[in-house]
């Protein structure tokens, strides 16, 4: 079982920024510190439901509505805001 | 219909967005649009003072900066203030070059030209780099934070590491009852020395580099592009600086890094280079009145005890205050009189030296 531990630096990939937020918000931190691997655990299912339970976009009629244009909207924010980060100076090599 | 939706989608977008904006620019942990408010603690994280650094020399009150690269860190701020009758401000490029640090001096004085004192570390080894050379190894130079231009300020605005890494800490801090303030670098000695981990001021450091050379290297010599880098370097960011502001003392101190610095330069040939691009600067700099240039190099009994350091560069606090001490009587000055007896016998020390 040891093998198939996780390493953590494959799991911090999977911590964004906004996860103290949401884990605070929803009140996820006891079992965040228990289980680390959650996070990466709901975006792999997260994934395969999106790529699985959706039928192709060209097969598909995209109805345009007020919900749709909120979740576009909101999707459009998230973008923007990801743009940029904040590049941390790690010391070393002087 | 879509014509709706799109303005929908954008009246949203738009509204969100100024929310994020206002949040960033109400509490803006990174001092760019004013100084700190009184109702949270502003963390100074050493690991983004690029960040920040721009927005403390804009805001903070102060009549006198400590800057350079991190071996100017470990001063202590009320030792200078003492010793100087000042108030002072530190802001540090850990890793920094010429540019940065001329720079980040020249935006202070901008502000601040009643500024008393500026004291900056002359590292010898970065002074044969271009006179715009940034670290190539940061990702990101916030450079949209060192200018006028607003709109650039979008970066900064509009992006949720800001937000959801810097602020919303803050808030949370608040919201807990901490005391509000603003993190000082007072503390003297090495500031990344969060952690006793990472203490090794009992010398034992030295285990991986104390291995004496088996041969000799051949040293390589200043190159015409070098001896151009340096007197564009020293003249684009220093001189022209000081010269700006002649009323602005402009204390230029060459730190006394370990021997097993030079040694690194010895084995890499280019401790030659770097004693060269050392006389061709400071000949310059002893031409501007306002400039002062000390150095350290010649107390070999620091530079050659591994216990005064915590690595081959950064020095322990006692070192840091030795040269606050030594610089504020005048000792360990260069002048016109001794610099060539100086830069002899460093020269003579440096290169004789049995690594």
Redo the contacts between chains.
Sequence with gaps: MENLTVRDELLNCFSLPEKPFITDILHLNPIISKAPFVIALFFIIMGFCICLNHRNNIEKKIQINFRTSLIAAILLFCSIVSLGGVSVFIYFNF | ??KK?IS??????LL??TI?GAIVVYIDPFFHFHAPLNSFYYKRS??????TNDGIARHFDFNALITGV?VSEGFCMSEFDSLFGVKSEKIIY??GTFKETGEGISRTLRSKPDTRIVLCSLFLSKLYQDKDHRRS??????TYLYNDFFLDDV??I?????????I??MI?AAKAGEQPGVESYEKQGYL?LSNDDYDYSDGSWVNNVIAPLDKSVFQDELTESEIKNVESNVQQNIIDIAKRYPDTKMIYFIPPCSIYHYKQMYKEGSLVKVLQAEEIAINMMLKQENIEVYSFNDHTEILEDPKNYNDA?HYVGWVSSFILQNIANEEGKITSDNVDEFLDKEQSYLTNYNY
């Design positions: 219909m879509a939706n929908i989608i954008l009246i949203i977008t969100l967005l994020h050493a690991t983004v003072e690029r960040y991190s850990s890793g190894d940061i990702l990101d130079h916030p970066k900064y509009f992006n949720k590491e800001v937000l959801f890494t810097y919303y800490p949370k990344h560069v």
